[in-house]
C-alpha cells in the first residue's frame, strides 16, 4: 500500500474498482429517483419512458418521427394521462386544454428539452422565462393583432393575383402544378415582404422555387436529433458550411435560408433611423420593432435575427399545408365543393374582386372549409410543453374496472416544475371529439360549433401562435380568390375561369406519417399535383 505514503498518487487499479461501483450506485439512485421519487413519480406509463430518454430518442431519431403515434398507443393502454419520459406528463383529454395552455392570469414557462430543437434560444418562441416571453411577444404582437392583419390585405391580394396568373399560364401549357408548392410560395411571399419589406417573388419562379419549403422541412426534421444533442448545434456552428452540407446535403437550402434571413435583418437594423434610403418608407415587423420601446440589448440584429426565422418558417409551411389539404379534398369531393361555391357565388358577384376579410370571415361554409383543414393537416404536429413554475394543477382522470364493472375518478397532483404537454394533432384526429375524424366533412362545423373549442392548430393561452391572424387572413382570401374562379370537373360555373383535376395525386401524398415538429409526408410525395383545364 505504498500509495498511501504517497499524496499524489493514486493507483489505477483502484478505479478499476471503485469506478463500477460509483457509475452502478448513480444510475441505480436515478432509476429509483426516476422511477418512484420524481414529482410525476405517479403517472402511469411505460417503464423504459419514464427511466430514460432514449426510449424517445429510438422512435424519434432512428424510426423518424414515430413517437407521436407511441404517444397515442400509451394513452389507449394507460389512460388520458401518461408519463412519455423521465420527465414529462402528456395528457390526451381536451377539455383540459385550457388549464395547460393559460391565459395570462397563470405563469407558463417553457421546457428546455423542447426549445433546444429549435436552435433559437433569444427568439420569442424559444424563450423559456414567461416574463421575458410576455416582453419579447409584446413587441410582436400589434403587427399580427387582427386589425392590422386586416390593413394588408392589398399586399395578400397582390400575392393572390400571381398565383392565379400562374394558375393560366399553367391552363395555357397544360403541364401539370404542384400546388402544394405553390401556396407554399405564396406563403413565403407574403410574410418575407411584411417581415423585412422585400420577397424573392418564389410564386414568379418557374418552378416556384421548393428550396425554402425544403429549407424549413430541413431544419423541422433535425429537431428530434438537436433536442436529444443540444451540443450538436454548437458543433455545427465550428463546421464551414461545406462540411455541413457534405454530411447532410439537404442542410444546404436551411443554410441558406439562415444566412438571408440574418442579412436582411442586419440590413434592416444598419438602416435604422434613416429618413431618406431604401428603407425609408418601409412599415415592416422589424422596422417597427426597432422604433419600438423594447430594451436596446433586445433589438441586436443576433435577436432579432432569430424571430425572423420563426416568422418565416411558421408562416410559410402550415398555411401552405392547410391549402393543400383542402384543395385535395374539394377536387375529390364534388358534394363539398358545390356549397363552397354556391356561397362564393353570392358574397362574389364580380369573381375578381375578392370582398374584406371581415366579410369572408363571416361566410359559414368558408369557414367550415377552413377549419376542417386545419384540423386535418394540424400545421403543427409536435406536442408542446408547458411548466406551470408556481401553480399545482390538478387533474382527475375516469379509472374503471371493466371485470367489476364499477368507474371512479383519479385525481393526479401535478406540481410546480412538471412539464406537461398535450397534441394538437391527436386531438384533432380522436374520434373521442370528432365522428370519423379522418374524413373531410365541414358540414360538421355548422352543425356542432361548439366544436370550436378543440380546434387548435395555433394552440391557445398567452404562447399560442402569434402569426395565427395572418394565417387566417391567407386562408379566407386564397380559398375565395381560387374556387371563385375554378371548381372542377363536377362543378363548373359559367363564370369560372376554368377548372381543376388532380393529376397522380392520392390520399398518400397527404398522409401524416409522422412527427418533423411540422407533419411528415412519405418520402416520395410529391405533394398536391393538378391540370388546370380550360372551361
Not at 489505477?12 to 471503485?18: C, D, G, K, M, N
Not at 423541422?220 to 454548437?234: D, E, R, Y
Not at 454530411?247 to 433611423?273: C, F, Q, T, W
Not at 401535478?414 to 394533432?425: A, E, K, N, Y
Request: hydrophobic content about 40%.
Amino acid at each position: 500500500m505504498a500509495w498511501l505514503e504517497s499524496p499524489g498518487a493514486f493507483p489505477t487499479e483502484l478505479l478499476y474498482v471503485f469506478g463500477p461501483v460509483l457509475a452502478a450506485t448513480y444510475l441505480l439512485a436515478l432509476a429509483s429517483w426516476r422511477l418512484y421519487l420524481c414529482p410525476a413519480a405517479e403517472i402511469p406509463g411505460p417503464a423504459l419512458a419514464k427511466l430514460t430518454y432514449w426510449y424517445e430518442f429510438y422512435y424519434d431519431v432512428i424510426l423518424s418521427g414515430q413517437y407521436i403515434w407511441k404517444i397515442r398507443a400509451m394513452h389507449e393502454q394507460y389512460g388520458p394521462i401518461v408519463r412519455i419520459n423521465p420527465e414529462e406528463v402528456h395528457i390526451q383529454d381536451a377539455d383540459y386544454y385550457d388549464q395547460v395552455y393559460a391565459g395570462s392570469t397563470h405563469k407558463r414557462n417553457k421546457w428546455t428539452f423542447f426549445t433546444n430543437q429549435s436552435g433559437l434560444p433569444q427568439s420569442a418562441f424559444g424563450t423559456l422565462d414567461h416574463n421575458l416571453y410576455r416582453m419579447r411577444r409584446a413587441a410582436l404582437n400589434p403587427y399580427f393583432s387582427k386589425a392590422k392583419v386586416r390593413s394588408l390585405q392589398p399586399r395578400i391580394e397582390s400575392r393572390l393575383n400571381n398565383l392565379l396568373t400562374r394558375f393560366r399560364e399553367f391552363q395555357e401549357s397544360g403541364e401539370p402544378m404542384t400546388v402544394s408548392l405553390a401556396y407554399a410560395a405564396l406563403t413565403n411571399d407574403v410574410v418575407m415582404e411584411y417581415a423585412f419589406g422585400r420577397s424573392d417573388n418564389r410564386l414568379l419562379a418557374p418552378d416556384f422555387d421548393p428550396s425554402f419549403k425544403e429549407a424549413g422541412e430541413a431544419g423541422a426534421k433535425l429537431g428530434h436529433f438537436v433536442k436529444q444533442m443540444p451540443w450538436v448545434l454548437t458543433l455545427m456552428k465550428f463546421l464551414p458550411d461545406s462540411v455541413q452540407i457534405a454530411l447532410n446535403p439537404v442542410m444546404a437550402s436551411y443554410i441558406k435560408l439562415n444566412k438571408d434571413i440574418i442579412r436582411h435583418v442586419s440590413e434592416i437594423y444598419s438602416h435604422r433611423g434613416d429618413t431618406h434610403g431604401k428603407y425609408s418608407s418601409q412599415t415592416t415587423i422589424f422596422h417597427a420593432i426597432l422604433q419600438g420601446d423594447l430594451p436596446e440589448k433586445e433589438k441586436s440584429p443576433d435577436r432579432l435575427w432569430q424571430d425572423g426565422q420563426v416568422v418565416v418558417i411558421a408562416g410559410t409551411l402550415t398555411t401552405a399545408a392547410a391549402l393543400s389539404e383542402l384543395t385535395y379534398h374539394l377536387l375529390r369531393q364534388p358534394i363539398e365543393l358545390r356549397p363552397l361555391k354556391d356561397e362564393l357565388a353570392k358574397a362574389m358577384p364580380d369573381p375578381a374582386a375578392v370582398p374584406d376579410i371581415a366579410r369572408l370571415e363571416q361566410l359559414p361554409y368558408l369557414t367550415a372549409v377552413i377549419r376542417e383543414s386545419l384540423r386535418l393537416s394540424s400545421g403543427i404536429s409536435t406536442r408542446l410543453q408547458r411548466i406551470a413554475p408556481d401553480e399545482t394543477l390538478i387533474y382527475k382522470a375516469k379509472v374503471s374496472d371493466d371485470k367489476k364493472k364499477t368507474a371512479w375518478d383519479k385525481e393526479y397532483i401535478l406540481r410546480p416544475g412538471i412539464p406537461l404537454s398535450m397534441t394538437g394533432l391527436l386531438i384533432h384526429h380522436s374520434p373521442t371529439y370528432f365522428e370519423d375524424p379522418m374524413a373531410f366533412r365541414p358540414q360538421r362545423w355548422i352543425d356542432n360549433p361548439t366544436l370550436e373549442r378543440y380546434l387548435v392548430p395555433f394552440s391557445r393561452g398567452t404562447r399560442a401562435c402569434v402569426g395565427m391572424n395572418l394565417a387566417y387572413a391567407e386562408l379566407y382570401l386564397t380559398v375565395a380568390g381560387v374556387f371563385r374562379q375554378y371548381g372542377s370537373r363536377e362543378v363548373r360555373f359559367p363564370e369560372d375561369q376554368g377548372f381543376l383535376e388532380l393529376y397522380d395525386t392520392s390520399y398518400k401524398d397527404i398522409e401524416i406519417i409522422g412527427d418533423g415538429v411540422t407533419p411528415l409526408y412519405r418520402p416520395d410525395s410529391n405533394g398536391v399535383r393538378i391540370v388546370v383545364r380550360a372551361v
